[in-house]
């Protein structure tokens, strides 16, 4: 298992290109389906979705062409995302609990090894959190404050917080670019430059 995350240490350093290189992927061939499949069904929903949240935003700030397209792609990218992460989700949950369920009931007598591979990871991961503990803190009160609360609930932020904070990237990535549109006008005859009306008049009658 160590050689195996060794082997896959450069992969992982790239996979956050990696996956918005697949959702872009994935929207593309859900956009070349015919309406009549699944996919195509599934791009309709999702373009439906997307240009109802471009209303609403339209409804709020003016919206002009170039923050439209803008918005159009990055609720495309984030909504796809979303749900890439809301599968991942359950597929890692589905395989947690599968583990648990082997190592719990020994069936086909793995708990020792299940037992042994997470009492390895969770050594691994205790030693050099231990290793910062002040030496007047107790090691029981450091592990309850950090590692194991009292109330056996986990000390990592719930899922849903942790899926919210992507979606508010994007957010701030398109307000500003709203904002940037609004202060320079990136968009339409705002960017030709002004023209006096009297500068024929100052050279003159030809």
């Known amino acids: 298992m160590g050689m195996i ?12 290109l990696f996956q918005l290189a697949l959702v872009v992927a994935v929207i593309l061939w859900l956009q070349a389906a015919d309406d009549k499949t699944a996919s195509g069904q599934i791009f309709n929903v999702l373009d439906k979705l997307v240009e109802s949240t471009v209303s609403v935003f339209s409804a709020v700030i003016t919206v002009k062409s170039f923050t439209k397209s803008w918005l159009t792609f990055s609720f495309m990218i984030a909504y796809v995302y979303l749900a890439f992460l809301l599968i991942l989700s359950l597929v890692r949950d589905m395989k947690r ?5 082997v190592g719990r009931s020994n069936a086909f007598g793995l708990r020792n090894a299940v037992a042994r591979e997470r009492g390895i990871a969770a050594y ?8 910062i503990r002040p030496a007047d803190t107790p090691q029981e009160e450091w592990e309850e404050t950090f590692a194991w609360p009292a109330n056996n609930k986990p000390p990592d932020l719930p899922l849903a ?14 307000f500003a670019a709203v ?7 990136f968009s339409g005859p705002d960017m030709a430059p002004p023209t006096d009306k009297n500068v024929g008049s100052l050279n003159g009658p030809t």
């Open 179 to 185: 904002l940037l549109q609004n202060l320079y006008h």
């Open 97 to 101: 609990r599968t583990v648990d369920f």
């Open 5 to 16: 995350k060794l082997l896959a240490a450069p992969i992982r350093s790239i996979f956050p």
């Open 124 to 131: 691994r991961a205790w030693v050099p959190f231990d290793k």
């Open 161 to 174: 917080q942790r899926m919210v904070r992507p979606i508010g990237y994007v957010v701030l990535f398109l």
